[in-house]
């Protein structure tokens, strides 16, 4: 019997202690990685939710980059609350799991309560008697806004802070202070920043000013290119949550109705509800927003240029996406384009370069081919000095243009093709070096040089000023053009888009039409 009743005693303790730990279990805390201008609101909407749910709610609060930085680092967190551009950038790096928009941050102009200086808009920051705080507009994302917002309000931005003394710090919401304690008399700051501090700063609204979304494009801090006004407010799952369910959970109270009531009293717009929608699911973007709101950035070769630009006014026709081209010799743009945390594509004058970006950093997803370059030479109209081949440029009477090898394609092709037919080109003391195909074109063109090695299809634009010579398939090398998609890109469907476009029938017909070649008979 002893037996028996010292058995249930063991069982009934078990029972306690997976009781205790259930509910232990059930009440562990989300956590939470917040950016601090949201933290006053999510911190109420946490303590709303935990009276609600008795599921506590653990903030951890930092600048939005930094705590991207922990959450990649150290794999803990459940949740992660930001402004843009972190979401997209959570997402590309394969952190997050699911991600929606919960609300809007607007920029306004904070002056004391009662605005003694009378300030109505932008123009009267500009007066000699307003003292005036601004946001870094290098390194925050409001700041990196404001050009923009004084352009639109008919204020040259770089005259204004040559002309006052603008005082400038990186936070809001120190600027917001300064102002309150009488050290300044305005600033712009988000309207959550002010809201906080209503009982002592009044807002200005300045609407009419603020970037236009879809047409102002504005870079961010992070150097990638938004749309930030308004500027979403985004909530994501993370994809090291142990507790997925529960921060699900949590997310979806922070999209409903009420906490939307919540934002609002804390200075967050929500003008629009349909904006609290799901970005994100499992990593990857919806479709829709990607083809309306890509503003993709390709670093091309100069000598690629005409062809670009054609191709891209009609790509954008075709698709509503914008590219941002940067053009340059191939061995300026490959360092370009490395160094760029955002960059979506990589266009240099010869397959090589993307492959050695590929090589060094691993920053190529896949590559495309695009067309052909065939070097020529070309010589003043009428050929003066009888140039008949790659032997002419040793001529001492010959001056002489090439790219520099270093820098562009055509100056490194131009070593290689010398090299092949044994001429020592060294032993040319007048060599005229340039960075790029296109300006060895002009230099011809304008009697600067009197010979110079350029791609077929820049020869074929200035072909009514030039004489262009072919140079023999035996003696010459042809450079292969291909496109890079790079695992960088922010908007990866609409850089595949762009790839597709290219080297698809219009892309190739565009081609042909600017003197390119697209295949190699």
């Known amino acids: ?66 705590l991207l930085a922990h959450i990649e680092m150290q794999k803990r967190g459940d949740l992660y609350i930001c402004h843009d551009p ?38 009267d920051l500009t007066r000699s008697d307003v003292q005036l705080i601004l946001t870094d507009y290098r390194l925050s994302s409001l700041g990196r806004m404001l050009p923009t917002i004084f352009k639109k309000g008919g204020i040259d931005f ?15 919401s120190y600027s917001a202070n300064y102002v309150k304690m009488g050290n300044a008399d305005a600033s712009i700051v988000w309207k959550a920043v002010q809201a906080l501090r209503k009982d002592s700063l009044d807002a200005i609204e300045i609407t009419e000013q603020l970037p236009i979304p879809g047409i102002d494009a504005v870079t961010s801090a992070t150097g990638k290119a938004y749309y930030l006004t308004p500027m979403r407010v985004t909530v994501a799952t993370l ?19 009420h906490a939307a009531k919540t934002m609002k009293i804390f200075g967050f717009t929500m003008d629009k509800p349909e904006l609290i929608r799901k970005e994100y699911h499992d990593g990857k973007a919806i479709k829709e927003r990607v083809e309306k709101n890509a503003v993709l950035r390709l670093y091309a070769g100069a000598g690629l240029r005409k062809a670009v630009e054609a191709l891209i006014v009609e790509f954008q026709k075709e698709t509503g996406i914008k590219v941002e081209p940067d053009y340059g010799g191939s061995g300026i743009i490959i360092t370009r384009a490395r160094e760029d945390r955002v960059a979506d594509l990589f266009m240099p004058g010869d397959v090589w370069y993307v492959d050695r970006l590929q090589e060094k950093s691993g920053l190529i997803a896949e590559k495309s081919q695009v067309a052909y370059f065939v070097p020529v030479i070309i010589t003043a109209k009428g050929n003066p000095y009888k140039v008949k081949g790659l032997k002419d440029f040793i001529r001492k009477d010959l001056r002489i243009a090439l790219g520099r090898a270093k820098a562009c394609q055509i100056g490194r092709l131009s070593r290689k093709i010398f090299k092949k037919n044994a001429i020592d080109i060294n032993k040319e003391k007048n060599i005229l070096e340039s960075l790029t195909v296109n300006e060895l074109g002009v230099w011809v063109k304008m009697a600067n040089a009197d010979a110079a090695i350029v791609w077929d299809a820049i020869a074929a634009n200035i072909a009514k000023d030039v004489d262009i010579i072919k140079i023999p398939k035996s003696e010459n090398i042809i450079s292969s053009v291909v496109i890079g998609r790079m695992t960088s890109a922010a908007y990866p469907i609409a850089a595949k888009k762009f790839v597709e476009f290219i080297t698809g029938p219009k892309g190739r017909a565009i081609l042909k039409s600017k003197g390119y070649r697209t295949e190699i008979k």
């Not at 709303?48 to 939005?64: D, F, L, R």
């Not at 950038?89 to 929606?100: F, R, Y």
């Not at 770089?158 to 809001?172: A, H, M, Q, T």
């Not at 994809?239 to 997310?251: E, L, P, Y």
């Open 1 to 66: 019997m002893e037996f028996f009743r010292q058995n249930l005693i063991i069982r009934i303790v078990i029972l306690i202690s997976i009781f205790a730990l259930s509910v232990k279990g059930e009440n562990k805390s989300i956590i939470c990685h917040v950016g601090g201008t949201m933290r006053p609101v999510i911190k109420e909407l946490a303590r709303q939710y935990t009276k609600k749910t008795g599921v506590p709610v653990e903030i951890n609060s930092a600048g939005s980059g930094e």
């Open 86 to 123: 972190f979401l997209d950038i959570l997402m590309k790096k394969g952190l997050g799991v699911d991600g929606w928009t919960v609300a809007e941050l607007t920029p306004v102009i904070v002056v004391r309560k009662g605005n003694p200086k009378k300030i109505k808009g932008l123009k």
């Open 158 to 172: 770089l005259k204004l802070n040559r002309e006052k003394n603008v005082v400038i710090n990186k936070s809001g």
């Open 239 to 257: 994809r090291c949550s142990k507790n997925k369910k529960k921060a699900t959970k949590f997310a979806a109270f922070l999209t409903g109705k």
